[in-house]
């Protein structure tokens, strides 16, 4: 099957052809007849999966249609980094298909945002916060709305979203069609689409919430004050391309990254209290090699497309299976294969029980000199342990 199998505008068809995309992902095949449809759908996929060009071919292609109506597509995103990302994907089809779009999320000035907002728009691709900002002062309203997409959406509840997207919900038409798209599928999902959605369709694409096979994953043991000897180790033994480099806090995200630049390595940090345009600069810089290395808290770990990255180290391991998951889904797309290495301590062994319970195998190791023993408390079904050998005692009569 290819793209020209579906009934697309032939503009989006042009669009994708000078792209050189050809064939359909698995959840695009699945996904686009639905849309086109006008059904409500709930697909969960692995990330990197093609979702983005999955709701966008169909929807663009039916408001393509009908153009004397204003804001009539509202995709929710949890990041700014993500609603770039969006927006770019869907910027050549919109243009082609000449269709507006309004981009929507904080951390920058409101000035732009309310003319593209007020000069009126198809498509708003928003951040739920800033577009509720928007929403209390006039700037837009949704009575012509006819798609919302929430993408990313078991993000936008674990950063707490769910009451601004409630806000929203209730001032949207009830009439409209709905899609979520969603790596992982939470049971708080399940609650919000029984009240927002109609009988919607289900598209499970791969095995949900285990990563693609193509991504090797490897545990190193390491003591938490040896971490950075260990890591300039892995960059002197080991030929790496790219990285990005996950941490859980935003202080330490940035001490490494000096660090690393002091040791010579091209390294930037993104995390959330930098300005956007800093963060913005991070990113294009890392896109196009100006920096090897990109040091992140999750801020980064989902749904952001960077080609090409052969290795994701877990600085700090995460502590939820689902984190791990997205953390390493940045690299190995498309296909492609890819390293993630997790650095775990000893007292971080439930945390790794999680995780390995997750993908369903306990995972290899990397041991360097002096390497802590850290266990393993999670077994595949049906492990059996061997039994510690008896000492044989003579008695003494």
């Not at 992902?25 to 983005?52: C, N, W």
């Not at 900002?133 to 936008?156: K, Q, S, T």
């Not at 790496?240 to 990254?257: C, N, V, Y």
């Not at 600069?281 to 770990?301: C, H, N, P």
Request: charged share 25%.
């Amino acid at each position: 099957m290819t793209f020209d199998d579906f009934e697309l505008d032939p503009r989006c068809l042009r669009v994708l052809h000078a792209q050189s995309i050809v064939i359909p992902t698995a959840v695009q095949e699945r996904a686009i007849p639905l849309a086109l449809a006008g059904r409500d759908v709930i697909v969960t996929a692995q990330t990197g999966s093609g979702k983005t060009l999955a709701y966008s071919l169909p929807i663009l292609t039916r408001l393509a249609r009908e153009t004397n109506r204003r804001n009539r597509l509202l995709v929710l995103v949890p990041t700014r980094e993500l609603a770039i990302q969006v927006d770019a994907v869907m910027r050549d089809l919109a243009k082609a298909l000449h269709l507006h779009a309004a981009l929507v999320y904080g951390g920058v000035g409101f000035g732009t945002q309310i003319n593209q907002l007020k000069k009126g728009a198809d498509i708003i691709v928003a951040t739920p916060g800033r577009l509720l900002d928007h929403m209390g002062r006039g700037n837009v309203r949704f009575a012509d709305l006819e798609v919302l997409i929430f993408d990313e959406a078991d993000r936008m509840l674990d950063m707490g979203f769910l009451p601004d997207i409630q806000r929203i919900l209730a001032k949207l038409p009830v009439d409209r069609q709905t899609m979520m798209f969603s790596a992982t599928f939470a049971p708080e999902l399940q609650v919000l689409t029984s009240r927002m959605m109609r009988d919607p369709e289900r598209i499970e694409v791969g095995i949900v919430a285990k990563p693609v096979e193509t991504v090797r994953q490897l545990l190193i043991p390491v003591r938490p004050e040896e971490k950075s000897r260990v890591l300039l180790n892995i960059f002197r033994d080991e030929h790496i391309d790219s990285a990005i480099i996950f941490l859980r806090t935003k202080d330490r995200t940035d001490r490494l990254a000096k660090f690393l630049k002091k040791t010579g390595y091209k390294a930037a940090a993104i995390h959330g209290d930098l300005t956007q345009q800093l963060r913005v600069k991070a990113l294009e810089g890392f896109r196009s090699g100006k920096y090897q290395i990109l040091v992140a808290t999750d801020v980064a770990a989902r749904g952001l497309d960077i080609e090409d990255i052969s290795h994701v180290i877990n600085y700090d391991i995460p502590l939820n299976p689902d984190d791990y998951i997205h953390r390493i889904g940045r690299t190995a797309r498309a296909a492609k294969e890819g390293d993630a290495w997790t650095f775990v301590t000893p007292t971080e062994h439930q945390a790794l029980a999680g995780i390995e319970r997750a993908v369903g195998r306990n995972l290899p190791r990397k041991e360097y000199e002096g390497a802590p023993p850290v266990l393993s408390t999670w077994h595949p079904p049906g492990f059996r342990p061997t039994a510690p050998r008896r000492s044989i005692l003579r008695r003494r009569r």
